[in-house]
């Protein structure tokens, strides 16, 4: 990784961008943080599709739809946010290459559809054709399992 930048993207409150922001500081990596609140946002509105029934799954589906129409105007003429090749955004956005067709199964939504986000569409078969990417993504039908057990567990839970 010779002279190229380090850049983390995360929010300040996240666990997992800490464990990453240590050990870059720890090895003597210099790197630019940049804070995700928007990304959080996109992620929250899915999750809580995944995880809500009713009303509030309706609601969250309806805003899941509305972050992908703004990430499909600023995807729109690329192979990549970056450009040619991966950057950071698309590291980023990258769980909704595979793990938001997951959640759309499990929760019964629909949420990036192929005609109405054609330029995402795109993007998420050259995220998920890339040889990194590819070889680096968790079992499809054990992420399935796992998320199917986890909305029975949550959705067991009464909520105040």
Do not use: C
Not at 93 to 111: K, N
Not at 132 to 142: G, T
């Amino acid at each position: 990784m010779a002279n190229q930048e380090v850049k983390l993207l995360s929010l300040w409150v996240s666990p997992f961008a800490r464990r990453v922001e240590w050990a870059l500081k720890l090895k003597g990596v210099d790197y630019e943080y940049i804070e995700a609140l928007k990304l959080k946002d996109v992620l929250d509105v899915a999750r809580t599709a995944l995880y809500s029934q009713g009303e509030a799954k309706e609601k969250a589906e309806k805003l899941a739809i509305e972050a992908v129409e703004k990430i499909e105007e600023v995807i729109k003429g690329k192979k990549f946010f970056g450009g040619e090749s991966i950057g950071y955004l698309d590291i980023a956005l990258g769980w909704i290459a595979h793990w938001l067709p997951i959640w759309e199964e499990v929760a019964s939504v629909h949420i990036v559809d192929p005609i109405k986000f054609p330029a995402t569409t795109a993007w998420v078969k050259n995220f998920l054709n890339h040889g990194v990417i590819k070889d680096n993504l968790p079992e499809r039908e054990r992420m399935l399992v796992y998320y199917h057990q986890r909305r029975k567990t949550l959705s067991s839970i009464p909520h105040p």
